[in-house]
């Protein structure tokens, strides 16, 4: 069975910039949670989409978004890039909504110059 | 407000030794759940085990242990007879519910521990 996937990879913009990145979950999983990872603040919760509905939030501004496709695949959009939004961008998968087990995708290295 | 802390910053140890992670976490609710992943110098996170609040049994996965204490909030993480291979940043999490009934999947995640396992 194929992992979650993300891509890009690595991402190099500029401030002012908007990015998107994508997660695609593992077959058959229905939910998709992001996290932002950083040296100072490390892993720390963005959103949480399931039946492509947003069911939870963390505390980041609104320049920070996303959705989820019907197909499960979801994206996530920085606008107006700020040099701190550089970071590890990581996608989870998990069956359903609730507690169950997160599988990780490799993540995506944004450098906001 | 939930909060999990590893106050193990890193950890250095020579091959073969054991090691113990520690695991702190703070929530009010009587239902949650907790995870450790590991993540290697690759940067994705494997999840190792989850467990919840009314499971108190300690569980053994080959080399590894973990440690579930109420009492004390703990959730500790033995590794047996380290390895090179188990060198990665590990990290603790806790997962609590919206609401009674409305389950999330955001994991709160302490700031993690550094393994080094030297040959």
Redesign the interface.
């Known amino acids: 069975k194929a992992g979650v996937t993300q891509t890009p990879r690595y991402l190099i913009k500029t401030r002012g910039q908007q990015v998107t990145l994508s997660c695609s979950p593992i077959s058959g999983h229905r939910?998709v949670?992001w996290?932002q990872q950083t040296p100072g603040q490390?892993?720390?919760?963005l959103f949480?989409y399931?039946s492509e509905t947003q069911?939870?939030k963390?505390n980041f501004p609104g320049r920070f978004s996303g959705r989820q496709f019907s197909n499960s695949r979801s994206e996530m959009n920085v606008s107006t890039l700020e040099l701190g939004d550089s970071a590890?961008y990581?996608c989870?998968s998990?069956l359903s909504?609730?507690?169950?087990?997160?599988?990780?995708?490799?993540?995506t290295?944004l450098t906001v110059t | 407000a939930q909060k999990v802390t590893q106050a193990q910053t890193e950890i250095s140890v020579v091959e073969k030794e054991d090691v113990t992670l520690d695991c702190v976490y703070e929530t009010r609710d009587t239902t949650y759940y907790l995870f450790w992943y590991k993540q290697p110098p690759s940067g994705e996170l494997v999840f190792l085990i989850r467990r919840n609040s009314f499971d108190e049994q300690n569980e053994i996965s080959g080399r590894y242990s973990w440690n579930f204490q109420k009492s004390t909030s703990s959730f500790n993480f033995t590794i047996t007879a380290s390895q090179v291979v188990d060198s990665a940043v590990y990290f603790c999490a806790l997962s609590v519910p919206l609401a009674p009934s409305s389950n999330t999947g955001k994991l709160i995640f302490g700031q993690g521990t550094t393994l080094q396992v030297k040959p």
């Open positions: 939910s949670s996290y490390g892993l720390q919760f949480e399931f069911r939870n963390g590890l990581l989870a998990s909504t609730g507690s169950y087990e997160q599988y990780f995708g490799p993540g290295r």
